[in-house]
């Protein structure tokens, strides 16, 4: 139904969530090697485990949005009780729960920040990785964010 633009843009928005999803698995991964305390700890490890199942829900929101979009004639769609039949919905949704969490782990390298003014042998090397790591994070966001708004265009001139 919609061209290639779309589906490009479609692809484009999966390869930054995927890009996402491994950088909050690198934190994960490394935080249990830190010397943190228990309440830092848990604080990176609970505002990395909410984003990446967010980025499970923006998967989904996609999907339903492609079977909107036509993308997938052959399959059954993801969610074939969706109400709304516009994909636009669903592009909303999943930037809203990107830009919650962007916000989320905005606020964990401002905190890491301060701990490592504070103590930067305890906690620099977390504030660095982080850092570094939500950098590229928030430019896959960024990425996404410029899809989307290429697919409402799309969507907007088809009207």
Same mark, same amino acid.
């Given at each position: 139904m919609y061209d290639d633009k779309i589906s490009k843009a479609v692809? @484009?928005?999966?390869?930054?969530?995927?890009?996402?999803e491994g950088h909050?698995?690198?934190?994960?991964?490394k935080v249990p090697s830190l010397d943190l305390d228990e309440e830092t700890?848990?604080?990176?490890?609970s505002?990395? @485990?909410n984003f990446y199942w967010t980025i499970n829900d923006c998967k989904k929101e996609l999907r339903t949005a492609e079977d909107k979009l036509g993308l997938h #004639? @052959?399959?059954?769609p993801l969610? #074939?009780?969706?109400?709304? #039949?516009? #994909?636009r919905v669903n592009i909303?949704?999943?930037?809203s729960f990107l830009s919650e969490d962007i916000n989320n782990l905005k606020e964990l390298v401002t905190t890491l920040h301060v701990l490592a003014d504070e103590e930067l042998l305890r906690f620099g090397t977390a504030d660095i990785l982080v850092t570094e790591s939500a950098a590229h994070i928030i430019n896959s966001y960024n990425?996404?964010?410029e899809e989307t708004k290429k697919i409402r265009m799309i969507l907007d001139q088809t009207s």
């Open positions: 692809s @484009n928005v999966y390869q930054d969530l995927d890009k996402i909050l698995r690198f934190i994960l991964d700890s848990s604080k990176i490890k505002v990395c @485990n #004639p @052959n399959e059954a969610d #074939p009780g969706s109400v709304n #039949p516009d #994909p909303g949704m999943l930037e990425n996404i964010r």
